[in-house]
């Protein structure tokens, strides 16, 4: 059996795979690798593991509504939340998986993935699973959390996950291992596509986990989920929702709540795509119309037109125009905003955020910390409202293949579209 070595380089694209980026390019040549609506981490991974699109796994975004207890949940971990058999399911060879989405459950020999402790009092202590037997910890010291997601998020995080990569590659040798680089993503949505620093930053995280895969006879695959563009929109689609007088919020000490179970209609944002749950049948086309009418979505669609045929879709799939981007916010008054609002709180917004990599005031920040050190309770509420701060986006695809997601190996008839990747790999590990 041949070993596989996949690095997903978040954000990296065909152009931009090339001079700034020449450990990448080494793999092999690079091509267009064709994605399922939406383009995001959690469906783009699931399709390259399944090789099933998103009506028949399951995974319809990053984050969706749960029907059964009306909870938006995103950035969910658990693999059996996928509904098609993965690669590894199979368990005929070994793998290792790096920080890749839906880890735990994995049937996978080794993995380890980012998951905080949380404390009855509400407290929060960052932390990983380390399940690769290596003691990353111990052996890189601590993994670098306010990197991997949040105002710091960048090159430490990628940096790390390289270097416990090669860890396990040296250790373990493992058939198949899949390694997530993710910083990339987030230079690009700060400050829009463009920018060589970051892509050389990458590069250089990639080499480390190629140096090691070569050293086991390894074969390199480079994939990225998606790539990014620029965006100078946000379209407020649940603020529009609400003046209708279709989105209900319940009021309280903390702000503005979203009240699933009120609502006639809400949308679950997620970049440049939105679910829309509509609770009467007689109401979707009035919906409909209203956010089609938007300045910013280029049209309003059923589940079934773009491939998200399953029943955790919305009703509706509004779907952004080239340089607009759907923000989650509900509430008409930044004064009554939820607490959460202004921090880094990815489970208990109902959408994506990308204002979660910017920060309001490091002084603020700084006092912030030294009230947690101290003992007392704090709340780090350090980031901005203004959506108008994101300049990179994706999720729909572009006009251009060559600003999507890309493949870069060496080896013989490559996918050209993701549902392809995973007999891709079974075929270059059965070499």
Known sequence: MTRVCVIDVVGLTPRSVGPDTPRIASVGRAAPLAGPL???????????????????HGIV???????????????????????AETIYASRRFRCAQMFWWFNQGAPVDWYATPKPHYGADGSKVFDIIDATGCDLQRELGPFPFFAFWGPGAGLPASEWIARASAAVLRRHRPDLTLVYLPHLDYDH?????????????????????????REIDARVVVVSEYGLVPVSRAVPINRVLREAGWLAVRDGPFGEMLDTFGSKAFAVADHQVAHVYVEEPALRAAVRERIAALEGVDRVVEPREVGLGHPRSGELVAL?????????????DDERAPDFARTVDIHRKPGYDPCELFMTSKGRAIVR??????????RMDVIPLDPSLARGSHGVEPADPRDGAVIVTEEPDPPTSMAGVKAFLLRALER
């Open 61 to 83: 975004g990053n984050g969706w509504l749960h029907r059964d207890t009306m909870e938006v949940r995103f950035w969910q971990q658990s693999n059996r939340l996928i509904q």
């Open 189 to 213: 949505q700060r400050r829009g596509p463009g920018d060589a620093r970051p892509l050389r930053e990458v590069d250089a995280c990639a080499g480390i986990v190629i140096d090691a895969a």
């Open 320 to 332: 952004a125009e080239g340089d607009a981007w759907f923000a989650y916010p509900y509430w008409l």
């Open 369 to 378: 910390l030294i009230q947690k050190r101290l003992g007392f309770r704090y």
């Open 38 to 56: 939406p383009a995001v981490t959690c469906v783009a991974q699931a399709t390259m593991l399944t090789g099933a699109p998103p009506a028949v």
